[in-house]
Nanobody, 115 residues
Framework: QVQLVESGGGLVQAGGSLRLSCAAS????????MGWYHQAPGKQREFVAS???????DYADSVKGRFTISRDNAKNTVHLQMNSLKPEDTGVYYC?????????WGQGTQVTVSS
């Protein structure tokens, strides 16, 4: 079992920035593809970004050029730098650790972007 603990959410004005962090409790952190997902109020959870152990990244079209995902394999952490935030970025952000078939989720951190 892997525990994921997110931090860094909060309230920010449109155009502002936030940096989310996720700490993973596993010695096998390098084996996992780490990702971030977003769940807007009343909507399904959606993919935001992912990063492999080697540093390959993938982004949803809606965040390309605004968000940057990174990981520190020595500290078992993954970060999401969110810039130029928009009101539609509001919601709960979940950290995900995937090493098929192992798939773990954090409890989420709330991000609210005011217009």
């Amino acid at each position: 079992q892997v525990q994921l603990v997110e931090s860094g959410g909060g309230l920010v004005q449109a155009g502002g920035s936030l940096r989310l962090s996720c700490a993973a409790s596993t010695r096998l952190f390098k084996m996992y593809v780490m990702g971030w997902y977003h769940q807007a109020p009343g909507k399904q959870r959606e993919f935001v970004a992912s990063v492999t152990s080697g540093g390959s990244t993938d982004y949803a079209d809606s965040v390309k050029g605004r968000f940057t995902i990174s990981r520190d394999n020595a500290k078992n952490t993954v970060h999401l730098q969110m810039n130029s935030l928009k009101p539609e970025d509001t919601g709960v952000y979940y950290c995900n650790a995937l090493w098929d078939p192992r798939n773990y989720w954090g409890q989420g951190t709330q991000v609210t972007v005011s217009s």
